[in-house]
C-alpha cells in the first residue's frame, strides 16, 4: 500500500519483462492486491516466477491480448535495447492501451513510443530504486519502499493513464515526483549515470592500471565507489548510452571539476575547493532526504505538479476529496 | 589474535592519537593481551576513552617517557598535519624510540621522520580499514579483522621493528603486505585517494550543479559513490594532499580515460570500451580478494618480502621454525 493516502483501484498491471525492477514491481503489485500477469523473453524466467506463484503468460501477444481485454495498465520492464521490438506488438495486439514503463530514460522512451505504437496512451515512469544485481530471483516485493518514482508530468499527457501510473507507484510502497521528460533525463544522468561512468574509470584506473599491489589493498571507498560495476555492462550500456544528450553536460562538468582539481593540486598542491564542495553537496543531499511530502486533489493540472517537484516535494497520494 | 600463526609477543605499545584508527587499535592491542597506552590532544576523547577502560597518559609527553623506559612500540595515529609537531616531541623525550605509523602516506611519513625524529627506529605501516566516520566512539576492537595492512619493507630498515610492526599487524587480526614506500602511495593514490576526489566532483556535479530534482532523485549508486564524502573534509585533504606524487599520475589516467569516453559519447554515441573495461577490472578485484596466504621465516630478508607482495601474495604469520 502506499505511504501517504493509498489509492484505492482494482486496474490490473500486465508486466513486460521480469528482471531486477520487473520481477519486484510484479511482486509488489500483487501484495499490495492487484491482478498481475506478465510475460518474459526467458524460458528459465518464466519457469522461476511460475514456480514462485506468478501468472506469466505465454507470450508477450498473450499478455497484451489479456491487457487490451482487461483494460489493464501495461509496464514495459525490458532494457531500452529491446523496447522498439515490444512497442511493434504493443501497436499491433493492444494499439491504445494504458502505457508506462520503468527502462530509465524518458526523452529516448517517449521517441520510441511516437514512433512504434504512436497510439499507445503512454506516461513515463521511472522507479530509483535497484541494485547491482540483475534477474527475477535478485528481485523483492519491498525494492520500492519509499524509493522516488518519477512519473512524466509533460503537457499533453494523458491525465487518467497519469493517475494508473501514480496509483501503481504508491500501491508499490514509491512516492510520485512529477517531471517533465528532458528534466528527469538531465537530473538521472548526474545522479545515476554519470555515477556509472565514473565507476568504470576508477575501476579501470585503480584495478587494472594500478597493478597488483593496488588490487590487493584497494578496500572500502574502493569498493563503494564501484560496487556499481557488478552491473551486467550491456545494462549499463542501454541506460548510458541512452541518456547522451542527458550524459553529455554531466560529463562535461565532472572533466571541467576534475581539470580543475588536477590544475590545483600540481600548481598549488591544494584540493579545499574540491573536497570541501563535495562535503557540502553530500550534506546537501542528506537534507534532501527529507523531502517535503504532499498529497493532491485528484484532477491537478501536470504544470502545477512539475512546479511542486521543482520546489522539492514529493507526493504521497490523492488529497481526501 | 592473527590469523596464520599467531605471534607471541609482550611488547607494550604507545598509541599517539584516539581517533577512529588509533582507538581501533588500541582496542585490538588490549583486547589481544598487550600492555596499552595512549595519548590524545583532545581532552574530551581522553575523557571517553577513560570511561571506557583504556589508560590515557596526561600528555603526550608521558605517554613517550613511559615508551622510552618500556621499550614499547609508539604508534603515531594522528593526522599528517599534526605529525611534525609530534615527532619534535619523539625527539626530545624519546629520540631512539621503535616507531611506527597508521597515517597513511607512507613517502611524506618517511621524510617527516628524517626531518624532526631521525634517530627513531622507523617503519612505516598502513592499515586498510577505515570508515567514513571518525573519532574515538567510531572505533572498534574488529575493524582491522581481516583487513590487508601495508608494512614498509624498503631496504635498510630495522629488521626488529620490522617484526614488531608486523606482529601488531597480526595481533589486531590483519594481513600484513610488504611495500616499498612509492609503490605504496602510487597504489593507494589510485584505490584510496583518488575514489576520494572523484567522490566529491561527483557529488557537486550531481547534488550541487544538478539542481533541486536531481537532488530528490539520487539514491543507490549516487550514494555508494559519494560516500566517503561524509568524511571530515580535513582528514580527507590531510591525505590526498600529502600524496600529491601519488596522486597526480593517478588522476591525468582518469582524465584521459573520462575524456575518451566523453569523446566516443559524443562522436560515435558508444561507452562499450569503457563500460566494458570497468566491469573487467572490478572482476579482477573480486579475483584478488582470495590473495594467496602464506607465512614467512622471521629473519626474510625485505626485498624477499617486497617480491611477494608484488605477486599479491599476504603475510599471515611467521613460519613456525
Redesign the interface.
Known amino acids: 500500500m502506499g505511504l501517504g493516502c493509498p489509492a484505492v483501484t482494482t486496474r490490473p498491471i500486465c508486466v513486460i519483462g521480469l528482471g531486477l525492477i520487473g520481477g519486484s514491481l510484479a511482486r509488489a503489485a500483487v501484495t499490495a492486491g492487484r491482478t498481475v500477469w506478465a510475460s518474459t523473453a526467458s524460458e528459465t524466467t518464466a519457469a522461476a516466477a511460475r514456480a514462485d506463484g506468478y501468472d506469466v503468460a505465454a507470450s508477450t501477444e498473450q499478455a497484451l491480448e489479456r491487457a487490451k481485454a482487461e483494460d489493464a495498465l501495461v509496464v514495459l520492464a525490458v532494457p531500452l535495447t529491446a523496447v522498439p521490438d515490444v512497442l511493434r506488438q504493443v501497436r499491433a495486439v493492444a494499439p491504445e492501451c494504458r502505457l508506462t514503463d520503468v527502462v530509465s530514460v524518458q526523452a529516448a522512451m517517449r521517441d520510441a513510443v511516437r514512433a512504434h505504437a504512436p497510439e499507445a496512451r503512454y506516461v513515463g515512469g521511472h522507479p ?4 547491482e544485481e540483475s534477474g527475477w530471483a535478485a528481485g523483492s516485493a519491498g525494492l520500492f519502499q519509499g ?2 518514482w ?1 512519473v512524466a508530468a509533460d503537457d499533453g499527457l494523458d491525465p487518467e493513464v497519469w493517475a494508473d501510473v501514480a496509483e501503481l507507484a504508491w500501491d508499490c510502497g514509491g512516492r510520485v ?1 512529477p ?1 517533465g521528460a528532458e ?2 533525463d ?3 544522468a ?3 549515470h ?38 551486467r ?1 550491456e545494462l ?2 542501454a541506460m ?2 541512452g541518456n ?1 544528450s542527458g ?2 553536460p ?6 571541467g ?3 580543475a ?2 590544475g590545483s ?2 600548481s598549488t ?4 575547493a ?9 550534506e ?2 542528506h537534507q ?1 532526504k527529507s ?1 517535503p511530502e504532499t498529497t493532491v486533489p485528484r484532477h491537478t493540472p501536470l504544470a502545477d505538479l512539475r512546479a511542486l ?4 516535494h ?1 507526493l504521497t497520494g490523492w488529497t481526501p476529496s
Chains 1, 2 share one sequence.
Not at 584506473?205 to 588490487?215: H, M, R
Not at 598542491?269 to 579545499?272: D, E, K, P, T, V
Not at 574540491?274 to 553530500?282: K, S
Open positions: 530509483m530504486a535497484g541494485t524509493a522516488n518519477v515526483v517531471a528534466d528527469h538531465a537530473a538521472v548526474r545522479i545515476s554519470l555515477p556509472h561512468l565514473l565507476a568504470a574509470v576508477l575501476a579501470t584506473v585503480a584495478a587494472e592500471d594500478g597493478g597488483e599491489l593496488a588490487l590487493t589493498l584497494a578496500a572500502g571507498s574502493f569498493a563503494d565507489a564501484t560496487r556499481v560495476m557488478d552491473t555492462p549499463v550500456l548510458c548510452e547522451r550524459l553529455l554531466a560529463v562535461d562538468d565532472a572533466l571539476r576534475l581539470g582539481a588536477r593540486l600540481a598542491g591544494g584540493l579545499a574540491t573536497i570541501n564542495a563535495g562535503h557540502r553537496a553530500r546537501l543531499w534532501a523531502a517537484a521543482h520546489t522539492g514529493v
